[in-house]
């Protein structure tokens, strides 16, 4: 297998990975065993993408986000020509992911809560859904740049990364769902076919990645002190 096939197959692989424990874990909380909120959504989502950043980081890079590989790509971390098939593969992880909570949870369930899609609350505009999703994965990113990509960084692997999707559902969970990652939006909407506000999902973290990226590489310096 190519290298390039090894790290597409370990970007789709963790994608997998989180966008099923992100989405199952919504599900499951509306059975009576399984009511552990947000936070236990929270803790779910952030332990999953903790896991499988680590577990790919040596691959691919553990992007596993669109957004995580734009902004990169904004710091000329990563090349177009590598970026846009990085992109297909984190797509495609994520239909996956949701086709199998699709098949693994009773379908009642599943089937009322978008097999686990983002969901923005009433009270939330358009754009403050946006806003909110750039400032999150803004911080998502910025924890790549930081620990993942700077050389002279702490060798926590992908745990500090997993962190910020932690307090980044505790915040975003009931406002906008807290995705921070276009894929985990566009894996249960396409299984569901609900797209409502689809483009905050995907508007909000692109532009928090490429804040990021600017951000870390021409104003903290490339990589986060190199």
């Given at each position: 297998m190519s290298s390039m096939s090894r790290r597409l197959v370990a970007e789709a692989f963790?994608?997998?990975?989180?966008?099923?424990?992100?989405?199952?874990?919504?599900?499951?909380?509306?059975?009576?065993?399984?009511?552990?909120?947000?936070?236990?959504?929270?803790?779910?989502?952030?332990?999953?993408?903790?896991?499988?950043?680590?577990?790919?980081?040596?691959?691919s890079g553990g992007h596993l986000n669109?957004?995580?590989?734009?902004?990169?790509?904004?710091?000329?971390?990563?090349?177009?020509?590598?970026?846009?098939?990085?992109?297909?593969?984190?797509?495609?992880?994520?239909?996956?992911a949701a086709l199998a909570v699709k098949y693994a949870v009773p379908s009642s369930v599943g089937r009322i809560l978008n097999y686990g899609a983002p969901a923005?609350?009433?009270?939330?505009?358009?754009?403050?859904?946006?806003?909110?999703?750039?400032?999150?994965?803004f911080f998502l990113v910025s924890a790549v740049y930081g620990t993942a990509v700077a050389q002279a960084s702490p060798a926590v692997g992908g745990f500090a990364i997993g962190l910020v999707v932690v307090f980044g559902v505790l915040i975003?969970?009931?406002?906008?769902?807290?995705?921070?990652?276009?894929?985990?939006?566009?894996?249960?909407?396409?299984?569901?076919?609900?797209?409502?506000?689809?483009?905050?999902y995907w508007l909000g973290p692109l532009l928090g990645g490429v804040a990021a990226g600017v951000l870390w590489s021409f104003l903290i310096g490339r990589g986060g002190g190199e």
């Open positions: 963790g994608t997998f990975g989180l966008v099923f424990t992100g989405c199952a874990a919504v599900v499951v909380t509306r059975f009576p065993n399984g009511a552990y909120g947000t936070l236990g959504i929270a803790l779910a989502s952030g332990t999953a993408f903790a896991v499988m950043v680590t577990a790919t980081m040596n691959i669109p957004a995580v590989t734009v902004g990169l790509l904004v710091g000329r971390r990563v090349s177009v020509r590598d970026a846009l098939p990085y992109i297909a593969a984190q797509l495609v992880g994520a239909v996956l923005i609350a009433t009270a939330v505009t358009l754009p403050q859904a946006i806003l909110l999703e750039a400032i999150l994965t975003g969970g009931p406002l906008t769902g807290g995705a921070l990652n276009p894929a985990r939006a566009f894996g249960p909407a396409l299984i569901s076919g609900s797209w409502v506000s689809q483009g905050v």
